[in-house]
């Protein structure tokens, strides 16, 4: 309705669960003349029924009466066993860069800008990598639309 609340994540869930449920446009789903949702009709499996309940109350349109957390929706999910909560785990070390040419390119200033995270000047350095892979230089272009390679 255009007036976003901290359950409307919970709303765009709802309507992508069914839509994948379903293969059908969440737009196809929504029945505007009965004013609610029919993607049960839409069905090639059925889905268990408390399932089915969760879903609906996912697509409430009244906000108060949608799930308001996750975990509420957690709670009401028949499930054997509930998620728990994982402790934030701490980021692994991400692996050396280490670029290798068979035709000699040197990619030592490419591989810093990358361990740097500098995604813009790395970029950059790309389109003068693939230049000089191609034997090619910024202004000796060989045809036209190598231009927009060779930046």
Excluded at 6 to 23: E, P
Excluded at 59 to 88: E, G, Y
Aim: contains cysteine; glycine residues 4%.
């Amino acid at each position: 309705m255009g007036k976003p609340t901290f359950a409307s994540d919970l709303y765009s869930l709802g309507v992508t669960c069914v839509h994948l449920l379903t293969n059908v446009e969440a737009f196809d789903l929504f029945d505007v003349f009965k004013g609610r949702w029919v993607w049960r009709d839409y069905l090639t499996v059925p889905v268990h029924d408390s399932l089915g309940q969760v879903l609906d109350k996912l697509l409430q349109q009244a906000t108060d009466n949608r799930f308001q957390t996750a975990q509420d929706v957690l709670n009401h999910l028949p499930l054997k066993a509930k998620p728990i909560s994982q402790p934030i785990l701490q980021r692994v070390a991400e692996p050396d860069i280490e670029l290798k040419s068979a035709r000699g390119i040197n990619y030592y200033h490419l591989e810093q800008l990358l361990k740097a995270k500098n995604w813009k000047e790395a970029d950059e350095e790309t389109a003068h990598k693939m230049c000089e892979v191609m034997g090619r230089t910024e202004e000796g272009w060989l045809e036209e639309e190598d231009k927009l390679l060779c930046i």
